[in-house]
T-cell receptor, first 114, second 111 residues
Framework: EAQVTQNPRYLITVTGKKLTVTCSQN?????MSWYRQDPGLGLRQIYY???????DKGDVPEGYKVSRKEKRNFPLILESPSPNQTSLYFC?????????????FGPGTRLTVT | RKEVEQDPGPFNVPEGATVAFNCTYS??????FFWYRQDCRKEPKLLMS???SGNEDGRFTAQLNRASQYISLLIRDSKLSDSATYLC????????????FGSGTRLSIRP
């Protein structure tokens, strides 16, 4: 089954404790992206990757890091989480080859930073 | 001003009604346009892409007006299962790189 998986689905952590949210897709997609969703603000793009070893900042990259060492994986790293990073996070992937580009989303990770 | 703006709603309409959503975007260089649907606490899913010529998929019709920079979605004969948040999505460039989501319009269909 074609899918995007994220882990963990729920995470409660404390300020400053490094964490990683994993994202994996099995559709051989070149393009992957991370979003955060906050009430009243919609989904905002954090980082995206057009292919292996190619990443770029979205609209709200501060406080986040990503890497793309393999095509299928695109982890999101919070080196020193802060309470303003409490949010619902979605990973998405797209073939990036066909216009328009349908994105497939993971189930989401609900992060709470205390 | 947000780059993609939608009326947040909520729209509360009876089953069988026709409902229309509009979305405006500010970047005239925007290339690709979409409507996504998001159920409560779930991931967004593509409802339909929006083409300049307009397109229809069953009860759903999408229109794009580049001159006025707005996108519309029309739902006819609404069903209870149409209750969701509808997200207007715009890609700034011809690649998939920069993608902007509207905040979404909440729709609730009542029996």
């Amino acid at each position: 089954e074609a899918q995007v998986t994220q882990n963990p689905r729920y995470l409660i952590t404390v300020t400053g404790k490094k964490l990683t949210v994993t994202c994996s897709q099995n559709m051989n997609h070149e393009y992957m992206s991370w979003y955060r969703q906050d009430p009243g603000l919609g989904l905002r793009q954090i980082y995206y990757s057009m292919n292996v070893e190619v990443t770029d900042k979205g609209d709200v990259p501060e406080g986040y890091k990503v890497s793309r060492k393999e095509k299928r994986n695109f982890p999101l790293i919070l080196e020193s989480p802060s309470p303003n990073q409490t949010s619902l996070y979605f990973c998405a992937s797209s073939s990036g080859q066909k216009v328009p580009y349908e994105q497939y989303f993971g189930p989401g990770t609900r992060l709470t930073v205390t | 001003r947000k780059e993609v703006e939608q009326d947040p709603g909520p729209f509360n309409v009876p089953e069988g009604a026709t409902v229309a959503f509009n979305c405006t975007y500010s970047n005239s260089a925007s290339q690709s346009f979409f409507w996504y649907r998001q159920d409560c606490r779930k991931e967004p899913k593509l409802l339909m892409s929006v083409y300049s010529s307009g397109n229809e998929d069953g009860r759903f019709t999408a229109q794009l007006n580049r001159a006025s920079q707005y996108i519309s979605l029309l739902i006819r004969d609404s069903k209870l299962s149409d209750s969701a948040t509808y997200l207007c999505v715009v890609s700034r460039y011809s690649s998939a790189s920069k993608i902007i989501f509207g905040s979404g319009t909440r729709l609730s269909i009542r029996p």
